[in-house]
């Protein structure tokens, strides 16, 4: 159930903070800090303060943003575990013109945080959906690492039981884009420890930690080395945590009989799929093509 309209006063925005005109029927998709409140922009102030309801991951923590910006709204929360109920409720404020902000704990909506199927549902009835863009902890995390930003894959959180750890981190070996992730501060070591492990102890990565806070820190270093910091640094293991892993190294593998070699080793410790999947990223050829010719290595008819 949503919380019924009632009499609230919206709160006054400050003097200075540009008109923004609230649209009736239109979802809001409005990020809020990671950290230092300073970030939340004017735009985002003003969203927050007109629309009738906001939709909330933990509407404890947003209301404490509020009260901070002196704003009285309704709250509603949204999380991963009642998403699916709150639809049909958001989605009637909609068609009653109302206006709804959809925010996260802290950072960009949707970005390892729920609301896809808000958002969805929106666009597939036809109300306006529109970003009030602002912090995103991956995005501020890779403009500060020192690695390649031209080209990067967003994963946010690793399976947290190591089997799938480290077979996903297989899947990812050959990729040749920078690699980001969220973490948690209890599995970073062991994270790290598995990156080492799959993707090699000298590919160079970085761990950024508590950005736009207090104790904000970037340590980049190869993998091996980020696993004795983390293990010997208690602090490195606290707050909110991205890690972030430089892509591979573009293989030279052109010749057939190369390919075949690269193939063979693949396919000793993943399934052909998998195996064919791999050595695609890494030559640049055909999976479908790699596929045949693992199961032609293999004997299969």
Do not use: W
Not at 93 to 121: C, H, K, M, Q, Y
Not at 146 to 171: M, N
């Amino acid at each position: 159930m949503l919380p019924p309209k009632g009499s609230e006063r919206r709160g006054q925005v400050s003097v200075g903070v540009p008109s923004v005109s609230i649209e009736p029927g239109t979802l809001y998709v409005v990020a809020t800090p990671i950290g230092n409140l300073g970030d939340l922009s004017p735009r985002a102030v003003t969203v927050l303060g007109g629309v009738d309801l906001v939709a909330a991951e933990d509407t404890r923590h947003t209301q404490r943003l509020l009260s901070h910006l002196g704003l009285s709204v309704r709250l509603c929360s949204l999380h991963e575990h009642n998403e699916g109920a709150r639809l049909a409720g958001l989605l009637q404020l909609l068609a009653e013109r109302g206006s709804v902000a959809l925010v996260s704990d802290a950072g960009t909506p949707l970005i390892s945080d729920p609301g896809f199927r808000l958002v969805r549902a929106a666009q597939e009835q036809g109300y306006p959906v529109r970003p009030i863009p602002g912090p995103c902890s991956p995005v501020a995390a890779l403009s500060v690492a020192g690695l390649p930003s031209d080209r990067f894959v967003f994963e946010g959180f690793l399976p947290s039981r190591a089997p799938a750890r480290s077979a996903r981190l297989q899947e990812l070996a050959g990729e040749t884009r920078t690699l980001v992730f969220l973490e948690a501060p209890h599995r970073v070591e062991a994270t790290l420890l598995a990156m080492a492990r799959v993707l090699g102890a000298e590919r160079e990565a970085a761990l950024a930690r508590e950005l736009t806070k207090l104790h904000e820190q970037v340590v980049r270093a190869d993998l091996g080395e980020l696993c004795s910091r983390v293990a010997t640094t208690p602090e490195l293991r606290r707050g909110e945590i991205v890690l972030l892993v430089r892509g591979r190294e573009q293989a030279n593998v052109t010749s057939e009989a190369e390919v075949r070699r690269l193939l063979a080793l693949l396919a000793t410790e993943l399934p052909p799929a998998r195996a064919a999947a791999l050595a695609a990223r890494i030559t640049g050829r055909a999976r479908r093509e790699l596929y045949e010719l693992v199961r032609e290595l293999a004997g299969e008819p």
